[in-house]
């Protein structure tokens, strides 16, 4: 008997996304001025306490796993729901130093986990192309709601002045309880291998034995780099290298936030139907960054002083670079979430997010370190990381479960195998 990939209520995921992304949108493009204006405390010390606490916050990331595979992803990223809300609710009264860092501590944490989380639930209430479907379709609710988010903020401080700070951390706390209120109906499909939770502790050590997926990982790792390059490099590339006008970096977000709302569906759904591998899809992404990639390099060395020529050869690159993404990042996504054992898809996931953590950690200080050496540095690193990750994906593909690389494959029902079976000393290696 054939497993359904997708059940009725499905549609709660992608719109709490939506909802999710307009409260995000709201801070994120102003981060630093937010919390500035929101506790009151200086730039210097804000900029300080988000920084240690978003490191330290990646540590939630193996407890939200944990979390996960005994307690479910819907419950727990209800959970985190809940503890964003009340963060942000809480934000506008955090006007000391401590207070600020607890609520911020707190706050990174469930921050740093909610993807891992999110990605879990999409396993849990979809199977083979279903999730392809739902990943690209929440990916572009949640891109849409980010821009609408930020746009509000604006309108919202334009108004009101520095207290709309203050409104818009409330919006965003009451955006995290209605994405929570969303989810509810929302129930998982039952398990389509049949396999038992793990012994206490083995979680990890199957994850960090499971090379395959290790390598699947690590090459996100350095895709996530070239994620980074959007809002870290092009803007300090533009405006201290190429000294083009600050509305050029405006401009190269708008056209990527736009493009991924507005094409992440259809882009999606005209690579499954070319019945691509997720592997070599992601990979052909890769590719498209190094493609852009390249593009400023050679745009870093012209260097042309004409307004229009550098914005439309910035449009250019910003193009290429966001077909990129929209290729790359459903069908990344849904390989990890596929590739990982169901039993223990929330240790796995939690890793994979990991890669995206520590990129996010890394790209300021080494963008800012090639940059300094030469405008086009970065870029040619980021060349060599694309590319790279494209052929450990390629490498790897043959490794991997049949079913995480071809969605088709999902659709066939499977014996139930032992969870051992799948890992390290096995077929897998």
Request: hydrophobic share 55%; with cysteine.
């Amino acid at each position: 008997m054939q497993k359904p990939d997708r059940i009725p209520g499905q549609w709660a995921l992608p719109v709490a996304a939506a909802v999710n992304g307009i409260g995000t949108g709201m801070y994120v493009p102003f981060t630093l001025v937010f919390f500035h204006y929101v506790t009151g405390l200086s730039f210097t010390t804000v900029g300080l306490v988000l920084t240690v606490t978003g490191l330290v916050g990646i540590a939630a990331l193996p407890l939200a796993g944990a979390a996960v595979d005994r307690f479910g992803a819907r419950r727990v990223q209800l959970a985190l729901y809940g503890v964003r809300a009340a963060g942000f609710a809480v934000y506008p009264f955090a006007d000391t130093l401590a207070a600020f860092a607890a609520v911020a501590l707190v706050t990174a944490a469930a921050d740093r986990a909610f993807p891992a989380v999110q990605s879990s639930l999409l396993g849990e209430v979809a199977r083979g192309a279903g999730r392809d479907r739902l990943q690209a379709a929440t990916r572009a609710l949640q891109n849409g709601g980010n821009g609408a988010g930020a746009l509000l903020a604006t309108l919202v401080i334009a108004f009101a002045g520095p207290t709309g700070y203050t409104y818009a951390a409330w919006g965003n706390a009451l955006s995290f309880g209605l994405a929570a209120l969303l989810l509810r109906p929302l129930r998982p499909l039952p398990a389509a291998d049949g396999t038992a939770a793990p012994r206490a502790g083995a979680g990890y050590r199957l994850v960090l034995a499971d090379r395959p997926f290790l390598v699947v990982a690590g090459a996100n790792f350095l895709n996530a780099l070239s994620y980074s390059a959007l809002s870290v490099l092009f803007p300090l590339f533009i405006l201290e290298w190429l000294h083009g006008l600050a509305v050029l970096t405006g401009a190269a977000f708008t056209i990527n936030t736009v493009l991924c709302a507005v094409a992440g569906v259809f882009v999606g759904g005209r690579v499954r139907r070319a019945g691509a591998r997720r592997t070599r899809a992601a990979a052909l992404g890769g590719s498209l960054f190094a493609v852009a990639f390249l593009g400023q390099i050679v745009l870093g060395t012209l260097r042309p002083h004409s307004g229009p020529v550098l914005g439309a050869a910035l449009v250019a690159v910003v193009l290429v670079y966001t077909l990129g993404e929209l290729i790359h990042s459903p069908a990344a996504e849904v390989l990890a979430v596929t590739a990982a054992p169901e039993a223990v898809r929330g240790r796995y996931l939690a890793a994979y997010q990991m890669s995206w953590s520590l990129a996010k950690a890394l790209a300021p200080s080494l963008f800012t370190a090639l940059l300094a050496v030469d405008g086009r540095a970065p870029w040619a690193v980021l060349v060599l990381t694309s590319a790279l990750a494209a052929a450990l994906l390629i490498r790897t593909e043959r490794h991997l479960p049949p079913d995480a690389v071809r969605p088709a494959a999902e659709r066939v029902v499977r014996e139930a195998a032992p969870l051992t079976s799948r890992h390290p000393e096995g077929t897998r290696s």
